[in-house]
């Protein structure tokens, strides 16, 4: 049986699941057969949006809820063969301006989700959505999971914490448990609201809109891109094997490409959108990573991934998708004038 | 100037205060003629004792209070000049049993401390109290600052985090900061009251009371250990340099030792005490971490530390002072009973 065969009939909960990859997840899960609790918060700023299950609403469970909210993850992991964590702030400027509520979502939450099935569902297996922001500056590329853990913000902190846990408890308590430290993910269902959940998604509503993207200082630095639906393959191959537990695992993209050079392919296979070179903001400078690219080869030698959609794909994809559906992911045309 | 000389009439902070290692890095700072405020929360299963500042009660103040309430810290740490971060939860063992706990106080209360600099003294210097336990089981002896965080248990995960915040807020914040990662420290003033925080103070106490020592396992796993007063030092230099700032050190002892060598030499040294090899308590051997010993040499080249009191020595200066003053550091005579 292949691991995408094994969903059919799973109990599968999905933590932010209203989100970009949580919700990507469940649309692949879905057409698996799997039996799909999506839990979100739904908090306004965050990534949850009803519309990112647009057409599998009838078939799955949305539960609003908290996941710092110890009781309530106590009922909802009973039953369940398979926990998605993927509820987090992700903001890095937001944790710095509020360390305190950063520290609430990755930190205590992860520990409430992790009580939970100590307690009610120890036999789980909980895939944690980790990130490559726990790496910091690196000091040498690629960046393999040997590379040490030094984040430059207290949200690289915070969920370097949220993945230590699970570690730890897959080690100590048997809740099986491994994370994949996942690069810059892109591709339809991404919040574009606002430009402070990375950088891409706001780069595509505005080559979309036909507006200007500003590129911070020379544009050379390098990124790997990984498309959301081999994200979301990495999560169905790693919740599926016990090979994974109690591992780290890069998830990246395939060739590593310069903020200069994404904006320009993005503005060609968009046919809109242009851009101008600005001076870094201090307090993104502060926090900037240099170049980053990251080494797969350890998830590909355990579990068979890779990426395969190729990056100019990718991005026609993506467009395409929020040709059809922008409005359903920025505010309403009063507020948006004001948000450009 | 030298680095103790520096801290004449400088205004000193000391988070647990009252605790082992603090309360020695108070009566340091008395003799060299600071203005020390020791602050501590007093909570009755910590390390703090009223006791441990005898002699000096009248040449420092001393506030009791929590680290984790942020409007305390935001009025204590103005016009100080260093802050020597020692406040902690220090039981793996308790992590493991209430995790929200040690997050409340190894991670939120970090935030507060450096939150409170960062608003209210952005000019001072903050030495954190870590702990060799963030690298967990190490890849390889003796460990170097470059060896990967891989903690086993919550607490050495809370405590990364902890030490990971004093970092972002040097770099992001210029609130200079550094950490101290302390191996495995003993000395006059520790704790012995129960043995829940680190074996060696207890092991001490058993001797001292011509007990019977309990070595689990064959006892050959190797620790380094260090002298207080040595490690205390490494505060003193650490706070007086700005080449510290921003790094972490490895504050290790001379030569590692068999727990078993380390047994027969203290009770030698005590004239009393026996041992017996017992089998590992499951919850203990689950995160253990097998041999362990420290490089302290990126220490020694940038701030001229090294440990200097041999074990023999600081073994006897300890079960000196214990002789003492044991009554001060154990319950009650009927409680007494019952703990043995």
Not at 93 to 109: F, G, H, Q, V
Not at 245 to 267: K, T, Y
């Amino acid at each position: 049986m292949t691991y995408r065969a094994s969903y059919r009939d799973r109990r599968v909960m999905i933590t932010g699941g209203l989100g970009f990859i949580g919700s990507t997840l469940a649309h692949q899960l879905v057409d698996l057969g799997a039996r799909v609790l999506i839990v979100d918060s739904l908090i306004p700023e965050y990534g949850g949006n009803l519309f990112n299950i647009d057409g599998i609403e009838e078939r799955v469970r949305v539960n609003v809820a908290d996941v710092r909210q110890q009781s309530t993850m106590n009922y909802l992991v009973r039953g369940q063969d398979v926990i998605f964590n993927l509820a987090g702030q992700v903001s890095h400027i937001d944790s710095m301006e509020d360390p305190s509520t950063d520290l609430e979502i990755n930190c205590r939450a992860q520990l409430s989700i992790l009580e939970a099935c100590r307690r009610y569902n120890p036999s789980v297996k909980v895939v944690f959505a980790g990130t490559r922001q726990v790496y910091g500056r690196p000091d040498s590329l690629p960046v393999t999971e040997q590379h040490l853990v030094k984040p430059t913000d207290v949200n690289g902190i915070n969920k370097a914490a949220g993945e230590y846990y699970h570690l730890v408890y897959n080690d100590v308590f048997g809740v099986r448990a491994c994370s994949l430290r996942l690069t810059n993910v892109y591709g339809p269902r991404h919040l574009v609201k606002h430009n402070r959940q990375g950088f891409i998604g706001w780069f595509i509503r505005l080559a979309l809109e036909d507006a200007e993207i500003q590129i911070y200082g020379d544009g050379r630095q390098l990124r790997d891109f990984v498309f959301v639906d081999d994200a979301a393959d990495a999560f169905l191959r790693a919740g599926a094997s016990d090979a994974s537990n109690g591992q780290v695992f890069n998830v990246g993209g395939m060739e590593p490409i310069s903020h200069r050079d994404l904006v320009e392919l993005l503005i060609e296979v968009a046919g809109s959108g242009r851009y101008r070179f600005v001076e870094w903001p201090p307090e993104k400078r502060v926090i900037d990573i240099g170049d980053f690219y990251t080494d797969s080869s350890l998830i590909e030698r355990t579990l068979g991934w890779r990426p395969v959609t190729p990056l100019r794909k990718g991005l026609a994809l993506t467009l395409e998708y929020y040709r059809a559906h922008l409005p359903h992911y920025v505010p309403t045309a009063s507020t948006q004038v004001g948000a450009l």
